[in-house]
């Protein structure tokens, strides 16, 4: 018997092409309609990511946008005793000095008093590719940090096994905590126009990844593949005096705290679009 594919069960039903594309991203997003506010966001970030990536059923850029769009101060969304009440996406962080190639944060909350800040990776079905792991020797030249405090050269020397699969996701991890980083010497536009004091914010880091049900072999195979790569990566830098460490969460656990206070509306389409193919 052949086995089912993640692909295959989003693709049901649904009006895009062999590939997976639809004809535009609204019909990708709750509403068919973006805010022009979060469409300067994407436009800012990727360039172009709306009519290209975002097309996708499978875009985790999305993925995100379906979940977290509706947070602002008259719907604030509570979590781990935090009110967030402003959502920013496609956030471009500095990365290391002279370098041209930003870090793009998928998502930014910020919380009521602007004393919390969490930042959020997201990943669809990302991991279930083969990629090779590859970070820029400009990384590993200390003249280049913006925040010298951290032992930059333990984690940039870091090198995944071979037997994981998805090791992009570790680059991704470091320019990301670059990233992060660089804002307590040279804020990003964004944290300056929302005047976040970096010295004194608490900061979390979350990698939020789509647990595919595991009726899907291959698929939660390769999310597990990931999850254990995560753990190992986690393992090697949680004491090298980063002022953030990653951690993983899924999607089913942000549902479980999010289902609850989303519109009504919002909480069925997430559920037949996404999260009936979801591991909860």
């Known amino acids: 018997m052949e086995k089912e594919k993640l692909i295959d069960a989003l693709k049901e039903g649904i009006p895009v092409n062999k590939?997976?594309?639809?004809?535009?991203?609204?019909?990708?997003?709750?509403?068919?309609?973006?805010s022009e506010q979060i469409q300067e966001m994407f436009e800012e970030g990727s360039g172009g990511e709306l009519h290209s990536k975002a097309e996708a059923i499978h875009s985790s850029s999305m993925l995100s946008y379906n979940f977290f769009h509706w947070i602002d101060e008259k719907h604030p969304f509570i979590w781990d005793d935090t009110k967030y009440t402003q959502v920013f996406f496609e956030v471009k962080m500095k990365t290391i000095k002279n370098s041209p190639a930003p870090a793009n944060m998928d998502v930014v909350l910020i919380d009521e008093d602007k004393k919390?800040?969490?930042?959020?990776?997201?990943?669809?079905?990302?991991?279930?590719?083969?990629?090779?792991?590859?970070?820029?020797?400009?990384?590993?030249?200390?003249?280049?940090?913006?925040?010298?405090?951290?032992?930059?050269?333990?984690?940039?020397?870091?090198?995944p096994e071979r037997k994981y699969k998805?090791?992009?996701?570790?680059?991704?991890?470091?320019?990301?905590?670059?990233?992060?980083?660089?804002?307590?010497?040279?804020?990003?536009?964004?944290?300056?126009k929302v005047c976040i004091n970096f010295e004194t914010a608490e900061l979390k880091f979350i990698t939020l990844i789509f647990e595919p049900s595991k009726r899907f072999e291959d698929e939660h195979t390769a999310y597990q593949n990931y999850k254990e790569l995560f753990d190992h990566f986690r393992s090697k830098i949680i004491n090298l005096d980063l002022k953030v460490v990653p951690e993983w969460k899924s999607y089913g656990d942000l549902w479980k705290i999010m289902e609850e206070q989303m519109p009504e509306d919002l909480k069925d389409y997430i559920s037949k679009r996404y999260m009936q193919f979801a591991n909860k």
Request: positive net charge; glycine residues 6%; aromatic residues 20%.
């Open 166 to 192: 998805y090791k992009e996701g570790i680059k991704q991890l470091i320019s990301h905590l670059f990233g992060i980083h660089s804002q307590f010497v040279e804020p990003c536009d964004t944290f300056k």
């Open 19 to 34: 590939k997976g594309y639809f004809d535009s991203y609204k019909e990708n997003i709750f509403g068919g309609q973006m």
């Open 116 to 159: 919390r800040i969490l930042f959020i990776e997201s990943k669809f079905t990302e991991y279930t590719k083969t990629t090779k792991f590859e970070l820029s020797n400009s990384y590993k030249n200390n003249s280049n940090w913006y925040d010298n405090s951290v032992r930059w050269d333990e984690i940039v020397k870091y090198i």
